[in-house]
C-alpha cells in the first residue's frame, strides 16, 4: 500500500545563542517514517524531543534543512499545496489558544466551509457544521452564537476537532491534543480518533508524551529522543517488549507534560538538553543505564530487530 505521508532522512537546524557565541542543534536529526491510509501512527516521547517540531514541518509551518516530505495526493490540475491544505488537518494542544476569546466559536466553522467552498449557501453550511459536530458529540444548537469562555476544555477541542473534520482530510495531526483537558474526558476524546480511524478510515499522526493512550490507540509508534527516532514500530511489540533503554525507562517514568513551554521562533532549551543535543555519541548515553563506552563515541546506526527499529549499539554488530 502506498504511504499516504512519507518522511525521508529529514532534519531540522537552529541556530542558537548570540553573535559572539552561535551553536547549531539538530532539532530533528535524519527521521525517516512513513504513515498509510487508515493508519494511527504515534510520535512519542518527553518535552523537547523534537516531536513538534517534526509536526510543524509536516503541516508546513517549518521547512526541514534537509531531507524530503512526500505527499502522495494533489488537487485539482497538480495544485498540490490546495489539496494538503484541505488533505492534512491539525489540532493543537490548548484548546483556548485555537479560539479569540472575543469572536464567537461557530464564526470559524463557518469561515472553514466558505473558504473551501463546501457548501453553496448558509443553510447547506449549517446541515455539514452540525453533521460533523454529531460526530464528536455536540451539535450546531449547542455551538451557535456562543464565545469560547461559555464551553469547557474538552468541548472546545471537540469543536478544534469538528472544525478540522470540515474538509474530511485523509490525516489529522494531533499534537498533545488531551494533556491540557480534564482526566475525565480525556479518554471520551481518545476514543473519538479511534474511531476516525476504524469509521471513516482516516489516517492520524498523534503526538503526545503520554504513553498509555498510544497504546490504547495501537498502530504504529516511533519513539523520540533529542531528534532521534530510538525506537519504531507496533505499539504492542515497543512498548510491551522494549528494545531500547531509553524506551524501557520512559514507561517507567513518563516526563509531566509543561503546558508553559509554547513555540517560539527563537529556540530556547535547558542546559540538560543542550548537552545531549550537542553529544557526538549517542544522544541518550548520558542517561543510559547500559552505556558503553563506544556509545560516547559514535551514534548507533538503526538495525530491525523482531520487526522493530532500533538505534541502539546493543544492537548493532561489532
Known amino acids: 500500500m502506498k504511504a499516504l505521508l512519507e518522511v525521508k532522512q529529514v532534519s531540522k537546524e537552529f541556530v542558537i545563542g548570540n553573535i559572539l557565541s552561535r551553536e547549531k542543534i ?3 536529526d535524519q527521521v525517516s517514517f512513513e504513515i498509510k491510509a487508515s493508519e494511527i501512527f504515534t510520535l512519542a516521547g518527553e518535552s523537547g524531543c523534537g516531536k513538534t517540531t517534526m509536526a510543524r514541518m509536516i503541516l508546513g509551518f517549518e521547512e526541514p534543512t534537509a531531507g524530503e516530505i512526500m505527499y502522495s495526493k494533489e ?5 498540490k499545496k490546495v489539496w494538503f491544505t484541505q488533505g492534512f488537518q491539525a489540532i493543537f494542544q490548548n484548546p483556548f489558544e485555537t479560539f479569540n476569546p472575543l469572536r464567537k466559536v461557530d464564526s470559524y466553522l463557518f469561515e472553514t466551509v466558505f473558504n473551501y467552498k463546501l457548501a453553496a449557501d448558509r443553510d447547506e453550511a449549517i446541515g455539514l457544521i452540525d453533521s460533523k459536530l454529531r460526530s464528536v458529540g455536540l451539535s450546531y444548537d449547542e455551538v451557535s452564537g456562543k464565545y469560547p469562555s461559555e464551553f469547557s476544555g474538552g468541548q472546545l477541542q471537540r469543536i478544534s476537532i469538528a472544525r478540522a473534520l470540515l ?3 485523509a ?3 494531533a499534537d498533545e491534543p488531551v494533556s491540557m483537558v480534564d482526566a475525565s474526558i480525556r479518554m471520551s476524546i481518545v476514543n473519538l ?3 476516525l480511524k476504524e469509521d471513516l478510515g482516516m489516517s492520524i499522526l498523534y503526538i503526545t508524551h503520554d504513553l498509555a ?3 490504547y490507540l495501537g498502530g504504529q509508534i516511533a519513539i523520540m529522543f533529542r531528534g532521534n527516532i530510538m525506537e519504531m514500530g507496533n505499539v504492542e511489540k515497543v512498548l510491551m517488549e522494549p528494545k531500547h533503554p531509553y524506551t ?3 514507561r517507567e517514568s513518563i516526563p509531566e507534560a509543561d503546558p508553559s513551554r509554547r513555540w517560539k521562533d527563537k529556540i530556547t532549551i535547558t542546559e540538560l538538553e543542550h548537552e545531549e543535543y550537542l553529544r557526538k555519541g549517542c544522544k541518550f548515553a548520558g542517561r543510559c543505564p547500559e552505556v558503553m563506552e563506544k556509545c560516547k563515541a559514535q551514534a548507533p546506526e538503526t538495525v530491525i530487530v523482531d520487526d522493530v527499529y532500533v538505534k541502539c549499539h546493543l544492537y548493532c554488530s561489532a
Open 167 to 169: 474538509t474530511d482530510p
Open 171 to 173: 490525516l489529522l495531526i
Open 213 to 215: 493512550t498510544a497504546y
Open 75 to 79: 488537487g485539482p490540475k497538480g495544485e
Open 248 to 250: 524501557k525507562l520512559l
Open 193 to 195: 480518533f479511534k474511531s
Open 26 to 28: 539538530l532539532a530533528v
